[in-house]
Every structure is written in C-alpha cells, then in structure tokens.
C-alpha cells in the first residue's frame, strides 16, 4: 500500500562566495635539438635547460617541469641528435611568480605557450561556509512561510545540493582579465599569442550552491 506524501513546504535558495586559485600550471610546446633517449637526455637539450634555469631561478624546482610527449625529426646521422617538439607542463607554480615566467617563456626561443590552467584545491572551507549559510537561509524561509500559513514545521524532508564550480572556459590570451573568465576548478586560457599576457593575482571565480529544501509541516491551525 502506498504512504501518503506528507504535507510538505519546498524552499530555494541560491549562495556564493568568491575564490582564488591556488596555484597555476602552464603548457607549452618547446621545440628544438634533442638526444634521442631516456628523459634524462631529454632534459639536457638546449631550451628545457634554460626552462630548467628559470625556474631556478624563481626557486622552484626541477621536478615542476613534466615531459608529457616528444616527437623527433631525425636529420642526417641522427643517431647523433634530432630536431624534437616536446609537449610539457610546469605544474603548480605559485601565483606571485607565475606573471614573470609567463612573460619570459612568451618571448623564449622555441617556446610556444599552449594553455594555463588555474587551480583551486577542494575549497573545503569555502564549502562549508556556502553550505552553513545556505541551509540557515532555508530554514529561515521555511519558519516565514510556515508562520504566514498557520502550520507548524516537524522536520527536514529532503536536502539536495547544486553546485557552481569556478567556471573553465577559453579565454582571449591578450585579453587583460578583469572580463568574466570563470569555469570550472580550472580555468583554462588557449594561449595563441600570449605576448604581453599578464596574470591578475587578484583574479576571483564564483563558487556557488543552490540548494532545494524539502521540510514536513502539520496540519494547519484552522483545521477542526
């Protein structure tokens, strides 16, 4: 036999927050002589060197420079050495040092800057705080709409959650960022002409929730 729905009152209520990235990763093609070999050889031609050195120079170390693919054009006695293209990714660089790579790898010989990536981690804080809000904001709601009505609520029926993560879409590379540029975790910048291409540190994307509150109310006061 089928239960009858309770009695019920239906609240929405959208929230958001602002957030940072926490850190950004770029990808690039790097194009140049290579010894064909381990990555280790990979490593030692000429310009992931000088990527090598930058990064030193911004005391980040070597291990955020990822190989990702390698294709090799092998002249004349190519035992000996090849023209490769290299696919690689800095990862995780911190944001008050990413503008001065961005702007050195933009002009660097043999390197073409595909994509960044920004990063925001899980946002657990920012997370709960939404979620704290959202549902105090919901109750509210429900107690006005129970006390226009005359009814009283018993409890929390059903809770469900939607959220907006910081948008990723791809974005103008000359463009100046302060437009709108938010999608997803990661937002992501197709990068064919990154000259002059500045990274605002102060850069925020949405992080949002909407949640749709179910609550069982009784039976209404006027009733005999």
Not at 3 to 14: A, F, G, H, Y
Not at 18 to 24: G, K
Not at 52 to 75: T, Y
């Amino acid at each position: 036999m089928t239960q009858p729905m309770p009695d019920r009152i239906d609240v929405i209520v959208d929230v958001e927050t602002r957030v940072r990235p926490e850190s950004i990763s770029l990808h690039a093609r790097v194009s140049g002589s290579a010894s064909i070999g381990t990555e280790a050889a990979l490593r030692k031609g000429r310009e992931i060197v000088a990527i090598i050195d930058l990064l030193a120079r911004h005391g980040i170390a070597e291990s955020a420079l990822v190989i990702h693919s390698v294709s090799f054009e092998a002249a004349e006695g190519w035992l000996s050495g090849s023209s490769a293209q290299m696919g690689i990714e800095l990862r995780k660089l911190p944001l008050e040092k990413a503008p001065d790579i961005i702007a050195a790898l933009s002009t660097a010989k043999g390197v073409a800057l595909v994509r960044l990536h920004r990063e925001y981690g899980d946002m657990r804080a920012q997370r709960d705080e939404l979620l704290e809000r959202g549902v105090a904001q919901c109750l509210q709601q429900a107690r006005v709409i129970a006390s226009a009505a005359g009814v009283p609520l018993l409890g929390i029926y059903t809770l469900q959650q939607q959220w907006v993560e910081p948008e990723e879409r791809n974005l103008p590379v000359s463009a100046s960022l302060p437009r709108g540029m938010e999608r997803g975790r990661i937002a992501t910048v197709d990068a064919q002409d990154v000259k002059g291409f500045q990274v605002l540190q102060q850069y925020e994307a949405k992080l949002g929730v909407q949640l749709r509150m179910t609550l069982r109310v009784g039976a209404f006061a006027g009733n005999g």
